[in-house]
C-alpha cells in the first residue's frame, strides 16, 4: 500500500471513529452513563470471538481435507486472521483473498491446492449461510421487517455468489483458451490481460472438477463448523446489549447483527467510513435507550471488527501488507516453486 492508501485508510477510520463518538457523547449527555459493560459480559464476547476464530480454523482445515490436502490448523488460523487484517485495511474487503492466498503460499501450499482451498472454503460459507439464515427464520417469525431485510441480504449475495459461478463456468467452457473475443477486446482486455483472464478461468474449471471428487465426510463438518462460526458473529451483540439492557428481544439483535455485519461489508470506504456506525445507530434508535446505544456500538465494534484487525496484524500482519503491494499474478508466480 501507498501514501494515499494509508492516507485513506486513515480518514475512514477517523469517520468511523467520530460517529461512534457522537453517538456515544449522545447517548451521555441525556443519561448520564458511560458506555461500561459488566466483566462477565467481556468474557463471553471474548470467549465468542475464540471460539468464531477457532470454527473459521477448522472450516479451512477441513475444506482442505475434503480434498485430501493436509493443513495444520496453526496455518488456517494464520490464514483466516491475515484475511481479517487485509479485510479491515482495504475497501470492500477488496485485500481479504490476496493476503489469504500469501499466508498459503509462504507457508509451503501449492498454488493449485491453495486455489482449491479458497474455492471450496466459499462453497462451504455460502451453504452455511443459508442454513443459518433459515434457522433464524424459523426462531424469530414475527420480527417482521428485519427479518425480510435478512431475507433479502442472503438472496442477493446468492444471486450474486451463483450468477458469478455459472458466468464463470460458462467462460471456462468456452473461452479459457485462445484469443480474446469481440466482446473482451470491446472492454479493453487486450491480449496480456486476457490471457490473466483465461488462467483463471482454466483454474475455476479445474476447482470445481475438484470439488465433485470431494469427500463428503469433511464438506459436512465444514458446513456445519462455518454454521458455528456465523452464529458466534449474530449472537455476539445480543450478549453485549442484554448485559446492560436484559429485556431487550434478542429477535432484532441477532437480525440486525446479520444485516449490519454482511449488508454493510461492501462500502467502498476501508472499515466502512463510517457507514456501519451510522447503519448500526439507525436501525437500533428504535430498540436501544440513547445510553444503551453508544456503549453497545463502541463494544461490538471492538469485538466484531477492531479485535480482529489487532489479532490478525499480530499473526499475518506483515505477510498481508506484503500481498497487499503485488498483484495476484505476481503472488502466484512467486509462489511456483523453481
Request: net charge positive; proline share 6%; with cysteine.
Amino acid at each position: 500500500m501507498n501514501a494515499r492508501r494509508w492516507a485513506l485508510v486513515v480518514l475512514s477510520f477517523a469517520f468511523a471513529l467520530g460517529v461512534s463518538v457522537y453517538v456515544v457523547w449522545s447517548g451521555w449527555a441525556k443519561a448520564g452513563a458511560p458506555p461500561l459493560l459488566p466483566w462477565w459480559a467481556h468474557v463471553l464476547a471474548l470467549g465468542s470471538v475464540a471460539l468464531e476464530i477457532l470454527a473459521r480454523s477448522l472450516k479451512i482445515r477441513w475444506s482442505a481435507a475434503a480434498l485430501s490436502i493436509p493443513i495444520p490448523l496453526t496455518t488456517a488460523a494464520r490464514v483466516i486472521l491475515g484475511g481479517d487484517f487485509a479485510a479491515g485495511i482495504t475497501p470492500g474487503r477488496s485485500g481479504t483473498e490476496p493476503a489469504r492466498f500469501l499466508v498459503f503460499a509462504e507457508a509451503g501450499v501449492p498454488v493449485a491446492s491453495i486455489l482449491l482451498i479458497l474455492f471450496t472454503e466459499l462453497v462451504l460459507e455460502f451453504l452455511s449461510m443459508i442454513i443459518l439464515v433459515v434457522g433464524l427464520a424459523l426462531l424469530f417469525p414475527g420480527s417482521g421487517g428485519v427479518l425480510a431485510l435478512t431475507l433479502g441480504v442472503v438472496g442477493t449475495y446468492a444471486v450474486f455468489v451463483v450468477s458469478a459461478a455459472a458466468g464463470g463456468l460458462y467462460l471456462a467452457r468456452r473461452n479459457a483458451n485462445g484469443p480474446p473475443p469481440t466482446w473482451a477486446r470491446r472492454i479493453g482486455l487486450h491480449a496480456g490481460r486476457w490471457r490473466r483472464v483465461q488462467k483463471a478461468l482454466r483454474s475455476l474449471r479445474s476447482s470445481i472438477t475438484a470439488f465433485r471428487g470431494a469427500r463428503t465426510g469433511p464438506l459436512v463438518a465444514g458446513t456445519l463448523i462455518s454454521v458455528v462460526h456465523l452464529a458466534c458473529r449474530v449472537v455476539l451483540l445480543a450478549i453485549i446489549v442484554r448485559s446492560v439492557a436484559p429485556d431487550t428481544p434478542v429477535g432484532p439483535l441477532v437480525l440486525w447483527s446479520f444485516v449490519l455485519q454482511n449488508g454493510t461489508a461492501l462500502a467502498p470506504a476501508p472499515g466502512g467510513g463510517g457507514a456501519v456506525e451510522f447503519s448500526f445507530k439507525f436501525a437500533l434508535a428504535g430498540i436501544l435507550a440513547a445510553d444503551v446505544l453508544g456503549g453497545s456500538l463502541v463494544w461490538w465494534r471492538f469485538y466484531s471488527f477492531y479485535l480482529y484487525i489487532l489479532l490478525g496484524g499480530l499473526a499475518a500482519g506483515g505477510t498481508a501488507l506484503r500481498a497487499l503491494r503485488e498483484r495476484p499474478d505476481q503472488l502466484i508466480a512467486e509462489a511456483r516453486p523453481g
